[in-house]
């Protein structure tokens, strides 16, 4: 077994960038193991990192999450895993291929109840998710949480984390859909700011999880009660904001950053397997899948850079 096929780009672009080619299977350093990949979801941050935006060295195999079987390594051999990667797809060859190397330390074992596709589908968006709430904004019981980008992978995965830990969410976005929150905003048609304070009779939410930014960043702020705290993980547009300072330290607010890029591997298993027992019980769900064997990989990835959030989008490398 010294050949697998894999997704590769050797410049920035679009998807078709993207070709299909034959690669050496990746020699073990001490301390990793060799993952067979039977499921690797694809997040749009793989279709920016395509286009050049993490500035990946290249040539490249993208692809960030997967599921699969440990085929070499210590004490692993045999193992279902799941999970994602530090530096896949930008520092380190990505999961869009039939192999992977990956550090001993980054193992997680994958939850029985799911299947490989969904298990691959986990990664990025929960991580995001219970890194922004549980890590940064130590969500408590009872707390009330305001989700913008509800209705996106991590907006529905932060839903999700919010309930699974006792917390009220009120979901907020440009389009209207199925939402598991508990109240929901309609962007286009209210205020955000007004409309989050009506549902908290005035108080203001405990946590804001921005997963939109750009305009919605000073509207969410206004939306926090005194000593509310918000976390920032995407901004759309221009990456500059604006909001009154002195509002700001008046009211106690905090503002906190999360970056799933700067996760390392022990750090990401970590997390994994603090969300396995939420998956094998039931509180935590994937969303709906659509699988593609690698040869479409292309088509696949333009599915998701063309906004298609209704369903995860997850490569089958076995069946190339």
Sequence with gaps: MTAMKGLQFERYGSPSVLSLVDLRVPDLKPGEALVELRAAAINPSDVKNVAGVF???????????YAGVVVA???WVGKEVWGSGAGFGVTRDGTH???????LD?????????SMEEASAVG??????????????????????????????VGRAATQVAHWRGAR??????????????????????DLTAEARRLTDGRGVDVVLDVVGG???????????VGGRQVAIA?????????????????????????????????????????????????????????WPLHQAVDAYEAVAAGDGSRKHVLLPRQD
């Design 55 to 65: 500035k990946a060295s290249l040539p490249r195999v993208p692809g960030r999450d």
């Design 73 to 75: 390594g210590e004490g």
């Design 97 to 103: 291929a039939q192999y992977i190397a990956v550090d």
């Design 106 to 114: 980054s193992l997680a074992e994958k939850p029985s109840r799911l």
């Design 124 to 153: 990025v968006p929960y991580l995001a998710a219970w890194s922004a709430l549980v890590e940064a904004a130590d969500i408590q019981s009872g707390e009330t949480v305001l989700v913008t980008g509800a209705l996106g992978a």
């Design 169 to 190: 969410v009120i979901g907020a976005d440009v389009v209207v859909g199925t939402s598991d929150a508990d109240a929901f905003i309609d962007t286009k048609a209210g």
């Design 215 to 225: 305009p919605l960043f000073e509207p969410s702020l206004r939306s926090l009660r």
């Design 235 to 291: 901004s759309i547009g221009s990456g500059r904001v604006e909001f009154n300072l002195v509002d700001f330290y008046h009211d106690l607010h905090r503002l906190i950053g999360v970056d799933t890029l700067k996760l390392t591997g022990s750090h990401i298993a970590r997390i994994m397997d603090a969300l396995r027992p939420g998956f094998e019980d039931g509180h935590l769900r994937t969303s709906s899948l659509q699988t």
